[in-house]
């Protein structure tokens, strides 16, 4: 038999349909020659149907620790993370906005979504490979040589990212938030109830000097049974059984740690809000310590009026969680992706510099 014929007779016996990969072969087999004719044929149409278009599995095994490029005096955001071996990116762009600015420090601190939708300009996820590492080219402004993008893959646009915000705030004055009056959280994740011993519109949890004296917090507690609890702090006119001291209260929170009717503040002797190297000779002669301050000292009573509060500081952490939702990109089937982790780190004066 001619090849032609043998061509003419296997289309005479089956049915040929194309698919997405490749071709579903329907026959009915009238010998053995033809059978072992068509199976060649087909081994060659699925081998050529094999093509660099297919959706292959990817594993997105990054750290999931964020890295952040730009501020708010930018014109955008750049969150990333990367990895090597082999070398990839993921990257998120994002406008600069007040709105995206509240991402990093969130007005409030419930914890409620937000959500960005990538419009395949302004906003855009990319997942990227490399022949060398990623951080060679990401945020650099002078590229280092030698690193290039072997592959761009962006979502397509309408893939949602949800940014999910909570912060701590933290004095860190050595007593932990939960001892000192912070109360109850509100929906809101403010603290409504929160004490603020000295008045000073700033709340104790978040006040380096609690009783505005000029010592900071943390050079005045002490933890005598070491137990983490500071409510049996160092009480300088306690221990000296002074009959007209505020016997509960501890220096921490006491602005006349000495009982004797003179300010802390106002027993800095040379104003310069260093009250430690203050020493009334006169009252110390004699005495087992006589390096003691004035301002522990309850027989020193003079008034040197000092009405400037030290500036303190305190220190807000933002926890940012990013989650890739309903993500379309090539190669990649998201459903969703944890992007990652962003910590923002922020530091807050008071009173705030004029």
Do not use: H, W
């Amino acid at each position: 038999m001619s090849i032609f014929k043998t061509i003419r007779a296997a289309y005479q016996n089956y049915l040929l349909i194309p698919t997405v990969k490749g071709l579903i072969l329907l026959f009915l087999f009238k010998n053995d020659v033809m059978r072992n004719l068509i199976y060649i044929c087909l081994i060659g149409l699925i081998a050529l149907s094999c093509d660099d278009g297919d959706i292959f599995e990817v594993e997105l095994l990054f750290d999931q620790e964020l890295t952040l490029c730009g501020d708010e005096n930018s014109s955008e955001y750049l969150l990333y993370d990367t990895k090597l071996d082999p070398s990839e990116s993921l990257t998120l762009v994002f406008p600069v906005s007040a709105a995206n600015t509240a991402i990093f420090n969130p007005l409030d601190n419930s914890g409620e979504p937000y959500t960005l939708v990538v419009n395949g300009s302004t906003i855009a996820f990319n997942y990227r490979t490399y022949n060398g590492d990623p951080e060679n080219l990401i945020c650099q402004i002078i590229p280092e040589p030698g690193t290039t993008i072997t592959n761009d893959y962006p979502a397509a646009s309408g893939a949602q990212i949800e940014f999910t915000s909570i912060y701590e705030d933290d004095d860190n004055d050595g007593v932990p938030s939960d001892q000192e009056g912070r109360g109850a959280q509100a929906a809101d994740g403010s603290y409504p109830d929160a004490i603020d011993t000295d008045g000073d519109g700033l709340a104790d949890y978040l006040d380096a000097d609690d009783d505005n004296d000029n010592v900071l917090t943390i050079n005045e507690i002490t933890d005598p049974n070491d137990d983490g609890d500071f409510s049996d702090s160092l009480n300088t006119d306690l221990d000296l059984e002074i009959a007209n001291g505020d016997d509960p209260k501890p220096n921490y929170l006491d602005n006349d740690d000495d009982g004797d009717g003179v300010i802390t503040r106002y027993e800095d002797e040379d104003l310069d809000n260093n009250l430690t190297d203050d020493i009334d000779e006169n009252t110390t002669l004699g005495m087992e310590n006589p390096a003691v301050p004035r301002y522990l000292d309850s027989e020193a009573n003079e008034v040197f009026v000092n009405d400037t509060i030290v500036a303190t500081t305190y220190t807000r952490t933002v926890n940012i969680s990013v989650n890739v939702l309903q993500a379309n990109i090539d190669i990649i089937n998201i459903s969703p992706l944890f992007f990652g982790t962003y910590t923002n780190n922020i530091t807050f004066t008071y009173p705030e510099p004029e």
